[in-house]
C-alpha cells in the first residue's frame, strides 16, 4: 500500500493540497465568525445555522446548472477565480451594519461557486492521482480538513472573543486571498477532461444519464442524507452550547480525522470495503444520547466519536469512481459534493427549525435516528436487489442447464 508521503513526490499534489488547507481554514474561521455574529444580532438557532450552513443551500442549484463546466473547464483557472471570488465576498461579509438579507444573498452566491469548485478539485485530484492512489489522497485530504478545522475553530474561537467577528471574516477573507495565489503560482496549465462547451442541457443530461444507474444513485443518497443530517446536528452546536461551541466543532473535526487516517491508510481494501454501513451507524447514534442533554464533556466524546463515522464516504466515494466513467468523474464527484452540501444545508435548517419548536437536544437526537433509519433503509434495499439479482442468476443457470445437459 503506498504511504502517504509518497504524495508529495507527485509535483501537482502539494500546492492543491496547501491551498485546500487554506480554504478550509477561511471557511472554519469565517464560518464559526458569521454564524456567532447573527446569533448575537438575531438570537435565533435557526438564523445562526442557517449562516454557517446556509451556502450549502445553493448547491443544489450548481448542480443542476454549472456540474457539466466541472469536467470543461481548465482546472488552475477556475479553481484560482473561484479563491478570488470567495476573498472579495467575505470581506463584504465583514462590512459594519449589513442588512441580514445581503449577508444570506452573499454567502448563497457562495454556494453557488462552491458547487462548481468541489468538481474543478476532485476532478484534478482524479488526474494527479489516478487509480488506488485517490482514496489515499482524498484521505489524506480529509485528514488535513480535520486538522485545520480543529485549529480554524479554536483560532476562530480566540479571534472573536480577543477582537471581534468582523475582523476575524477579514483574516478569512485573507487565508482565501492566500490560496488562490498558491494556486496559481503552485499548479500547471491542464486541458479540461471532457470536450464540448458546458451548459445547463448538458449539466441536466449527465446528472440523468448518472442517476440512471441504481447502484450509483443509492451511493449518491447514501453519501448524502445521512451524512447531511447529522451535520444539521452540528449546526446546533452553537445553539447546545454557546460558550462551548468551538470546542464542540473541534472535537468533532478530531474524530473526523480519526476516521480518515482508519479507513484511508490503516485498513485493507477487503475490510475497508465491507464498513460503509457500519460507519453510517456510528456517525448517527451517539447523537441519540442528546435526548439525555448531557454536559458538555460528555457532548464533546459523543461529537467525537460520532465523527469517526464520516470515514465511510472514503468507501462509497471509491465504489462511485469504479462505476463512472473517466471522462465523468469531475461532473460525479462535483455532483457527490453538491448533493451533500445541499443536503447539510437543508438539514441545518430543518435542525434549527425543529431547536426553535422544541430544543437543540430534542433536534439533534431526532435528526440523529432519522440518519440512521435512512442508512438502514439504503442497506436493506441493496441486500434485496443482491438476493433478486442472485435468484434471476441461478434460475437462468439453472433453465441453462436443462436446455443443454
Request: proline share 6%.
Amino acid at each position: 500500500m503506498r504511504g502517504y508521503r509518497s504524495l508529495f513526490r507527485t509535483r501537482e499534489f502539494t500546492p492543491l493540497f496547501v491551498s485546500s488547507a487554506l480554504q478550509v481554514a477561511a471557511s472554519t474561521i469565517g464560518g464559526l465568525a458569521l454564524g456567532t455574529s447573527v446569533y448575537a444580532a438575531t438570537g435565533s438557532p435557526l438564523l445562526s445555522a442557517l449562516s454557517m450552513f446556509g451556502p450549502s443551500l445553493a448547491q443544489v442549484i450548481g448542480a443542476t446548472t454549472l456540474l457539466s463546466a466541472a469536467d470543461r473547464l481548465p482546472p488552475r483557472a477556475t479553481l484560482t477565480g473561484l479563491a478570488v471570488l470567495f476573498a472579495v465576498s467575505t470581506a463584504v461579509l465583514s462590512l459594519p451594519a449589513l442588512p441580514l438579507w445581503t449577508v444570506f444573498a452573499v454567502i448563497a452566491a457562495q454556494g453557488l461557486a462552491a458547487s462548481l469548485g468541489g468538481g474543478v478539485r476532485w476532478g484534478l485530484l482524479n488526474e494527479i492521482l489516478p487509480g488506488d492512489g485517490y482514496p489515499l489522497g482524498r484521505s489524506l485530504f480529509n485528514m488535513l480538513h480535520g486538522l485545520t478545522q480543529i485549529a480554524g475553530y479554536a483560532t476562530g474561537g480566540a479571534l472573536v472573543a480577543l477582537l471581534s467577528p468582523a475582523v476575524t471574516l477579514l483574516v478569512s477573507a485573507a487565508l482565501y486571498a492566500a490560496a488562490a495565489l498558491c494556486t496559481a503560482l503552485g499548479l500547471s496549465r491542464r486541458a479540461p477532461r471532457a470536450t464540448g462547451r458546458p451548459s445547463v442541457a448538458e449539466t441536466w443530461r449527465t446528472n440523468a444519464f448518472l442517476w440512471s444507474s441504481a447502484p450509483r444513485r443509492r451511493l449518491f443518497l447514501g453519501l448524502w442524507i445521512p451524512n447531511g443530517l447529522v451535520v444539521g446536528c452540528e449546526s446546533l452546536f452553537v445553539a447546545y452550547a454557546p460558550d462551548r461551541a468551538g470546542l464542540l466543532f473541534a472535537c468533532a473535526a478530531l474524530g473526523m480525522l480519526v476516521g480518515d487516517v482508519t479507513v484511508g491508510r490503516l485498513l485493507p481494501p477487503r475490510v475497508r470495503d465491507r464498513l460503509a454501513t457500519p460507519l453510517l451507524l456510528l456517525l448517527a447514534t451517539p447523537y441519540l444520547l442528546f435526548a439525555l442533554h448531557p454536559p458538555t464533556p460528555a457532548a464533546a466524546s459523543c461529537a467525537t466519536l460520532a465523527s469517526v463515522g464520516f470515514g465511510a464516504s472514503l468507501v462509497q466515494q471509491r465504489h462511485l469512481l469504479t462505476l463512472t466513467p473517466p471522462e465523468l468523474t469531475g461532473h460525479a464527484l462535483g455532483l457527490h459534493s453538491a448533493g451533500m452540501l445541499t443536503w447539510q444545508g437543508l438539514s441545518a435548517t430543518l435542525a434549527g427549525t425543529l431547536a426553535q419548536l422544541t430544543s437543540p437536544a430534542t433536534a439533534m437526537t431526532l435528526l440523529a435516528a432519522a440518519s440512521a433509519t435512512v442508512t438502514l433503509g439504503l442497506w436493506t434495499t441493496a441486500r434485496n436487489e443482491r438476493s433478486a439479482h442472485s435468484a434471476r442468476e441461478s434460475t437462468a443457470e439453472s433453465q441453462g442447464r436443462r436446455s443443454f445437459p
